[in-house]
């Protein structure tokens, strides 16, 4: 009923105790029939950042990284814990671009699951507008290969597998003008 990757088809140890009885007791639940730890699967908060270049085209990344290793992305990433969504995009951008944003303004949220290490983790992607005034020193470094520009409108949605990356897309060219 679920895939290969889902939690309940995965984890088979209560990560406590370390017994083997640790039976899912929904489709987002665990209970360890041993010490009795509760184990819930929410959604892992994730940013992605929406910058412009003076053109109006938008800064996309190319992934050097499995999942989806070649293709299209946005900047973002996992919001670490005790961080904000700003925070976090922040951090990102100066991981894996080098350079500083300000002025972020909240645009949007979408969910995904985003399989990784044969663990589906289940994401909900926050999206950010940004602005900056360092475009043009960019370097790509971290988990990405190369940057490149696109308008939302021309960019090929199939180079861009996240189903999230693609719904904040749709998002931008249904709402263009507005923000
Ligand atoms: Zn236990």
Do not use: W
Not at 76 to 97: H, K, N, S, V
Not at 140 to 156: C, G
Request: aromatic residues 12%; contains cysteine.
């Amino acid at each position: 009923m679920y895939s290969s990757t889902h939690p309940t088809n995965v984890l088979k140890f209560c990560p406590r105790c370390g017994s083997a009885h640790f039976p899912a007791t929904s489709n987002r639940s665990f209970k360890c029939a041993n010490c009795s730890f509760q184990y819930y699967v929410n959604a892992s908060a994730a940013v992605a950042v929406l910058l412009f270049n003076e053109n109006g085209e938008l800064l996309f990344t190319r992934r050097a990284v499995e999942p989806h290793i070649g293709k299209l992305d946005l900047p973002g990433g996992f919001i670490d814990p005790m961080e904000t969504g700003e925070q976090a995009a922040i951090r990102e951008i100066q991981e894996e671009l080098g350079i500083g944003i300000h002025s972020l303004k909240y645009f949007c949220s979408y969910p995904n699951e985003y399989v990784f290490s044969g663990y589906s983790v289940y994401t909900l992607d926050l999206a950010f507008l940004a602005r900056t005034e360092n475009l043009h020193q960019m370097i790509a470094m971290d988990d990405i290969s190369s940057f490149e520009f696109y308008k939302p409108q021309t960019v090929d949605l199939e180079e861009l597998p996240s189903i999230s990356m693609k719904n904040i897309i749709k998002e931008l060219i249904h709402r263009e003008g507005t923000y």
